[in-house]
């Protein structure tokens, strides 16, 4: 097997797209993340942008120990000085250097020629040099370079010392073909290119990303460029975990990346969350219906065998199953399978009423996900309580008092008591507290809708403490308030007496 570099660009490319910054202990937690995901390189920042990047670029570098740390910079000698600078507590080190070759850059951007761009190419990676060892040249716009001059500028930077040539597709306008066609040109015609590892970095303006970047891959390049969910400028780079499960699986092209498959969830997650970019439901890999299988005749076929419709194995990406979408349509089997999945067997008897329950919730929402089915099983499992919430009836507004009446059934007795309170729950939890009069404090209530929308179930998750033990409550409820008072209710249930 030969080996892909993965050099992950999250926090720098991906990083640049306005509402995704983060701060420096969110991009060394990320970091830490792409080090356990297996990443070969981790390009830190662009350190002489500003000093917020800098610091970044210093404390990623002490946070993390296997994968290279990487620095943008231009082909400027004070870029090059605050790069190595900020490089310096790196276990590994590159500094990624470059400029612009296609001729729309060199004329307008740089009022220049192509004969002072590569000596200014050159003096860069030979600049660089004096600091690391390990330098990589990025010809900018490289997809719309003329082939014959861009092997000329590849040539004289590896002759300088490049270790790494990135050719970034920089505004994503090559087609797979045609960008396959400029690696394998560059393999062919540059004298040297073996002492150089040559690396993709494909944008994903026309969608053509994760084509473009295998395309490169089959036709030599033997790193890649990538972010996580595909985030960078515009519409994003290649992402990281498309190319690591093509290359899994499609084991016969032969190159592998030493990507810990199961990390990619979870990383996919963090990013999306840490910078409040959700991904798409439909995004390859990691899109929350990538795997899902909502037709009648594709879950049939899946209980039946996985293979049928699937191509991948959702755990080998740290998805723990095929999460089957469950909708009004769906039978007691898919329920039953479902709920098998997320380590709940019912008997048969409890399995039909959960079911009920479930086509009555099918009703009201769009789609079923795993935490309403774990809800609705967990409540049946509740039926055993010696104390059950009987009623709730709760007044409250703006500019009122609020009040709840409520009954209680303690072992089969009926309980019923009235408060007022600094809001509903308050209300709720005070009616509560006459009938069940215990020495018990709140410490703490959250509240967190399951998916979206405003017929959404509620959860809430409650701490109390009574007797010196802390005991965790769990309540469910499109009523947010009869949620937070089945929470209590269900610590109380708990309690050691
Ligand atoms: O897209 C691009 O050309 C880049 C370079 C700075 C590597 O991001
Ligand atoms: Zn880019």
Not at 54 to 69: D, M, Q, Y
């Amino acid at each position: 097997m030969d080996r892909l570099y993965i050099f992950d660009t999250t926090l720098r490319d991906g990083e640049q797209v306005p509402g995704c910054q983060l701060n420096t202990v969110e991009k060394i937690q990320v970091a830490k993340q792409l080090e356990l995901l297996g990443v070969d390189v981790i390009e830190a920042g662009f350190p002489i942008s500003s000093p917020g990047d800098f610091n970044s670029v210093i404390e990623i570098s002490k946070a993390v120990t296997w994968p290279t740390i990487c620095a943008l910079t231009r082909a400027v000698e004070k870029d090059i000085d605050v790069a190595a600078e900020a490089l310096k507590f790196a276990k590994h080190k590159r500094i990624h250097t470059g400029i612009g070759t296609s001729d729309s850059h060199i004329k307008y951007k740089f009022n220049s020629n192509r004969e002072e761009i590569i000596e200014r190419a050159v003096r860069a990676v030979k600049y660089a040099k004096r600091y690391v060892e390990d330098v990589e040249f990025y010809a900018e716009d490289a997809g719309r370079t003329d082939n014959e001059y861009l092997a000329r500028v590849v040539e004289a930077v590896i002759k300088a010392g490049a270790t790494v040539v990135n050719i970034p597709d920089t505004t994503g306008y090559c087609l797979p073909a045609e960008y396959g066609a400029k690696i394998k040109y560059l393999c062919d015609h540059v004298a040297g290119i073996e002492h150089a590892i040559i690396s993709t970095h494909c944008h994903n303006d026309l969608g053509m990303a994760t084509a473009n970047t295998m395309s490169g891959v089959l036709n030599g390049a033997r790193q890649a460029e990538v972010t996580i969910n595909g985030i960078g400028e515009r519409a994003g780079n290649t992402s990281l975990e498309e190319v690591a499960m093509i290359l899994k699986c499609h084991k016969g092209v032969g190159i592998e990346t030493n990507i810990n498959t199961t990390k990619i969830y979870p990383t996919s997650r963090m990013v999306s969350s840490l910078m409040n970019m959700p991904v798409q439901p439909n995004k390859a890999i990691v899109g929350k219906n990538a795997f899902a299988h909502s037709s009648g005749i594709h879950q049939d076929g899946v209980l039946k065998n996985v293979q049928t419709y699937e191509i991948m194995n959702p755990q080998d990406v740290g998805i723990d199953d095929n999460a089957i979408v469950l909708t009004a349509r769906s039978g007691r089997a898919a329920l039953k399978s479902r709920l098998h999945a997320l380590g709940v067997d019912l008997a048969q008897e409890k399995l039909d009423a959960v079911y009920q329950e479930f086509l009555k919730l099918a009703d009201k929402k769009k789609d079923i996900n795993d935490d309403d089915i774990l809800v609705l099983a967990g409540a049946d499992r509740s039926q055993n309580h010696r104390i059950k919430l009987d009623y709730l009836q709760v007044t409250s507004g703006v500019g009122v008092k609020s009040v709840a009446s409520l009954g209680l059934l303690i072992a089969g007795e009926k309980f019923e008591a009235c408060a007022s309170g600094n809001g509903p729950v308050d209300a709720a939890i005070k009616a509560l507290k006459k009938i069940v009069n215990r020495q018990m404090t709140l410490k703490e209530f959250t509240i967190q809708a399951i998916s979206k929308g405003s017929d959404d179930m509620g959860k809430v998750h409650m701490q109390v403490e009574y007797d010196g033990h802390m005991y965790y409550g769990f309540g469910a409820n499109t009523d947010i308030i009869a949620a937070s008072v089945e929470a209590y209710i269900d610590c109380i249930n708990k309690f050691k007496i």
